[in-house]
Each structure stands twice: as C-alpha cells, then as structure tokens.
C-alpha cells in the first residue's frame, strides 16, 4: 500500500496528464486535488489522444476509483461536458466521485475574472476560467459547494447570500449587466441532476482504501511555481498545487503520503506573465516549442520556452519534500548540439544558489549554466534505461545529484508505452 502525490515542479504543464495516467494503471485511486479547469492533461493512449480539463486523468485506466477532492474548484458545465465527452468515447465513468465541500465556479466568476484581469495595470495572464474569483469567495466565506445543489433551498439561500453582492460590484464597477437569480438557478439545477449523483465524502473513501491496503495517487494540477504562497506571486494560481496542498486539499494527514513525486520536463515553459530566468527567445526556444507542442491545452497560447533550472528544481525538492522525480519531455531536446542546464543565478554580480522569494531580484537574475552535450538521436523507442545514449544518462544523473533523488519515470514521448521505468512507485 502507497499513497503517493505526484505534483508539477516547474509552471505547470510538465506533463503530469501522461505521467498520472502511467501510474494509475498501477494505483486503485486518483485524486484531483486543487485547481479547476484551468488545467490541462493531455493523455494519448493507442492513437487516440484524451483532454482532460477536471476528471483525474486516471479515469482512462478501467476500473479506478477516481475523485475530485475538496480543494478543487468546479465549473459544473465543464464538469457535464467532460463526463458527456468521456462518455462518447466510450470510457466508463460510473467510479467518478466529487466533494460535496468542492467550491462551485460560477457565472460571475468567470465574467469577474476577465474584467478583474483587464482593469489590472500588472497582468497575471489567468486562464479566464474563473478560478481566482471562486476561490476569493471560498476565503471570504461566500463560496457556493457541490453539496449545495443537492436541494433547490440550498442553493437559492446561498446565492441570495452572494448574487446581490456580485451584482452590484458587476453594475457599480465594471458597468456591466447583472445576473438574473433564476437564470442561474435553472442552469445550475440542471448540472445538479448529473452531479448529486456523484456526490461523495472523498475524504472518508480515500481513507477507507488506505485501510483496505490500496494504492492511492493523488494528481495535482499546475506546478510548485504557480503555488500562492511559494510560486512567483502574483504571478501565480489561487490555490497550492505543491504536496502539502494534496493533504488539505484530498481531506488525508499529511504522515500518511508515502512518495512525493515531482515531474520534471527536460526544459521550461511558462504560461502567462512574469520573470522566467531561462526563457530562450531565439532558435533554439522555437525549437523546443515546436518538437515539444508547447501550447496550451486550455488557451491554445503558444509558452513561453527556455532551458531546464536546477535553481528551481532544489527548490522544489525542498518546497515538495520529493522523494523521487520523473523527467518528461527528454525525447524533445534530441536534435539538439548541446543542452544546458541553469546551475545559479547571477545577481548583480552576487551568485545565488537558492531561488529567491523577492521577485525583483528573480527579475535581475542572469542564469548561470551548465552545457552537457547532446545526445543527437532519436530517443522515443528506447524502453530500457541502459539502452540511453551516456549523454541523455549524464544530464539525468546530473538532474538526481541537483534534485537528492532519484529518478523513477523517464518519458521519451506522449503515447503510454513511451515510458522507461526505472523504480517502482506502488
Ligand atoms: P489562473 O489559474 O487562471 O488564475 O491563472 C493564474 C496563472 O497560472 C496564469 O499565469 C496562468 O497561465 C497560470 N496557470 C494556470 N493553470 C495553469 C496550468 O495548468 N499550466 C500552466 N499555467 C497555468
């Protein structure tokens, strides 16, 4: 029996869909832990290629037990359209549970979102998806919760808590129309024929099969970067995609997580605004955008590209408490002459080891870099870590010595069987 949480350690986006969807072959449970759906998983099994926005990506494996826990802000027309989707493709999702304490996302949310984002002189580049605004309300006890759509009372007394309130921030502020009560309550009650039935005490389910000796994979969305307290504030999410966010956000001690994975991709992308020591504005970034299809998959917008930074792959490891890591991606630097890694930073002539809080000073900082020689050869058929060039072995032993960790995982392309194993996780 493991619990085991798996979470991103750069930006987001690097990989964890895939990396998820291989582990969960082996696990009984998967938890979506926090955020909504301004993620995105892309997983391709076969030739068919899955987008997951909300479901735990574990869904595409027969059998699991999935669960959108507490900490995870719902949209529930995105939630209907995934399962409808999910369904038409012919994947069973009668195992999907979700939280009746999991805050709903709501109309003024995502209209809040857009006109907040517009009115800012700083941009944070969100997904527009409403998320910052849902979880506002959750701080300031206004949220609306799955659990409330059980009864038609429920949900009108809680929005007649809220609408007034929205409203006239959306008229007074922003001179914008309201929203009628009844408009939201009739659609609303409409996703709640779907969604009562799959609601769930996914805490006390995720304890259950922790005493029945169960593998349990708790999936995080976005990355330790985007973190609310540890990310590049404000540039960052609104909740905490790093492992102590997986305890408080699936209802689980955290003395009960045996493995914190963290999935590292093999360069770095960010979405969005905000310093980026290692992004490559040249070729060689076009390069790494292209092989690796770096756009979004919930904007489409193309990210930003650059090396891989050991800086901020310690600080992960000390952020997330790591006990292992898998490297996504490899197979995207293939073509390159050499591939380098950030080492430090240079700061005003001052070299930093540790990645700084202030983000003024991450804004100055140089990166210091490490070259490694590429490996130049095609790695997507390789199974057997042997069987890697020494070059691609080199920077990985490097990425195990910088992180104290080990690797477990290697992708060396999107489709399941593209996969090295090298360490056991359940
Ligand atoms: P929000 O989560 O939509 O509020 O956006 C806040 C910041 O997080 C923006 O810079 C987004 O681009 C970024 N972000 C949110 N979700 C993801 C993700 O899944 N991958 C990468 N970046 C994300």
Known sequence: MTIAALVGTQWGDEGKGKITDVLASRADLVVRYQGGNN????????DQQYKLHLVPSGILSKGKICLIGNGVVVDPQVLAREI????????DTSNLGVSAQAHLIMPYHKALDGLEEESRSLKIGTTGRGIGPAYVDKYKRLGIRLGDLSSKEHFERALDQVLPYKNRILEKIYGQKVFKKEEIMAEYLDYAELIVPLLTDTSLVIDENRLKGKNILLEGAQGTLLDIDHGTYPYVTSSHPTAGGAAAGAGLGPTRIDEVIGIVKAYTTRVGEGPFPTELKDAAGDLIRERGREYGTTTGRPRRCGWLDAVILRYSARINGLTSFALTLLDVLDSMESVKVCTAYDYRGQRLEHFP????????????????????KGLSSIREYQQLPGEARAYLEFLEEEMGCPVKIVSVGPRRDQTIILGSVF
Do not use: Q, S
Request: with cysteine.
């Open 84 to 91: 409808n989707y999910l369904r038409d493709l012919g994947v």
């Open 39 to 46: 993620a995105g998983h892309t997983v391709v099994i076969g």
């Open 357 to 376: 809080t202030d983000l003024d000073v991450l804004k100055e900082c140089r990166p210091i870099y490490r070259e490694f020689p590429g490996w130049k």
